[in-house]
């Protein structure tokens, strides 16, 4: 974890994309070492949102740009991005810190000072002590903190979160949150996350985008969004009216 | 008492009907050698001890060339799930399982036997004939049929890695050494001791191949032995220490196998791909598509020479040939019928086996009913063959008993199938109508012609096609028993082939091809639309 890297600026411009029948229009950004949680019901594109800007799916047309280069058509690995999903972070036959050091060397080709950063990773995210142990027997919670472990020796500006904390009960689900708030303090990386919980978002203290049939239809700071004044298609997927 | 009730009783008489078979063939075999001790002691001698070897050093050959170069093969296809024709090459590797022994090998020799494509090649430039008589042509045909089974199975496998992996390994930057080494070999491992299983006990056992491809005693194995001492040498000695090799063997085999577990197809389909996200460097691409077009050349070629020599016999004469048309009726009848008792004896043992589990009283009869089908795998037909054969020429002249010992060797060796097919059905339709047909009193042959055959109606059709298909290409119980009275298709042409009458037995291997791959065809279409359902 050496360099601190300060977070890149993450735009979507007039990005469109289809997917079957569904037509995908983003415009956004996100500033630099902020954090954007983004909600909306099923289907309305969070996930695929979260994809075009990791490079798994190309959009037909706009630009993405992070950091202000334009990222739209280059490989996965190569874009400043690491993104944690729901389940199958990790490689089940695998130990914690060979999961993690695949983050450092995908071919596992490890220098002594790699060595060093993938144990103060597991260290950071208080795995200490269960290096050796597959990922099934690990806890759900520990699974997604070798999964940011690995985030975090990648050192990428910007961390995608796709729905990563959603198998987990309301107290782990929180402590993960602090946990990602800690990391975001000191690294100061730009964070996405995908979420089913309005709550997240003010846990995070975070800007809020709200897709529906793929596109942002409203935007903001999570607690001006989420308070009375709210928009009204907010309230509706909140249940707060009906 | 379970044996009051109808179905019990007819899973009874099925396992009944395996026990005789197998047992009255074991008996016979330990008869004899108890009864001439000396001849069969003296029948355990280099040569069987020769053959024993060759029969395990071919297989082990097989096997590895097979999953050897399945392994590569299977990552490319993996590796390019969008290019043209690639549905059509996992179709054509669905293929050579479906093809009687007889017919490929027909097709292997159109290309690498004497008179063969290579040859014509090879002549052409100069350079001298190949001879694949021997371990070359035994391992050629091995690997045609098993190198698409086992990349079919692999890609099962590699099908069911989680879709994120590949997201990951994009993310990561992983390369194609690290691709295999941290993604595709753990999923592949898994399945592989299981596919390398069942290709050695098919290479073990593997009877037609063997006895057209192999050179004379050196390249021969024990099931050929087998045949051959029964046949020409009419030595019973050995022919009962070969058989009890060959079931020793097996046996070995088999219960080494159950440590490994069965592979399974699951997750494997045409239709759902899997999505990559790395990008390949052009040499890796250009090495996965040639990967594939030699795997597919491998594959199509002798199928395609197999089609093309067929077609250039002289359909008419064939066909003014009464031994042709008899022979067709034959194969037909003897197929039709050991269908038909495969389909109604496994109709029992599943029938039965749900019944009896439902009552919850007789476990281990139950266990019995589960697993009586796939016990008859254990002992090679060849091996119910020649004990019957050495058992029943005591009291008359064995030929005479080729149609029934036909018949019931190519059921019994159908039933697991058959029972895998429809046991399925069965057991559903019985759990979602019981308590409903009890209550309604829908019941006896009410509920058989209301209930039950309606859904039952086609998995008992694919069954039945797949039991005759697997008959019609038979060639290990009657080319033992068979005669000049009993003729069947594959019989015939192996007359044909070993009269060097090359043209006709083309035909004939194309007629049997055609007949059996329609039954295969068939039976796969109708168990699609089972699945759809």
Redesign the interface.
Known sequence: MSGRRKGAEVALKDVRFNYGEMRMHFDLTVPPARIAAIIGPSGSGKSTLLNLI???ETPQSGEILINGVDVTRI?????P???V?Q???L????DVETNVA??RS???KLTDADRAAVNSAIARVGLTGKEKRKPEALSGGERQRVAIARALV?NRPVLLLDEAFASLGPALRNQMLDLVKALHQEMSMTILMVTHHPEDALHLDAMLFFLENGAVTARGPARKLLSDTGPAALKRYMGTVT | MPLAHPKPLAGALALAFLALLAGGALFSLAFEASRETGDTLAAFNPYLWRVARFTLWQALLSTALSVGLAIPVARALHAHQHFMGRAFVLRLFALPLALPALVAVFGITSIYGRAGLIAHISQYFGYGLPDIYGLTGILLAHVFFNLPLAVRLLLAGLDSI????W?????????N??RFR??EW?AMARNLPGIMGLIFMLCVTSFTIVLTLGGGPRATTLEVAVYQSLHFDFDIGQAVALTLTQLALTLAILSAFRLTGRPTEEGFSLAVTT?R???LRVGEKLADLTLILLAFLFVALPIAGMVVSGLSADFARLFSDRSVWRAIATSLALGGAAALLSVILSLALVAARQAVAAAKKHPLFERALDTGASLILVVPPIVIGAGWFIWLRHFADPFVFAAPMVITVNAAMAMPFAVRLLRPVWDTTSARHDRLCAQLGISGWTRLALIRWPVLRRPLGVAFAFAMALSLGDLGTIALFGSEDVQTLPYLLLQRMSSYRTLDAAGLALILGVLSLGLMILADRGSRKESMQ
């Open positions: 990791a490079g798994f490989a996965p690995e190569e874009r991005v690491s993104m999903f389940d199958n972070n490689f089940a036959h695998l695949l983050g995908p071919k596992l990648r | 989680p879709a994120d992996y997201k990951l390994s994009a993310q990561l930057g992983m390369g050494g690290a941290l993604i753990p999505r996200y790395e990008k």
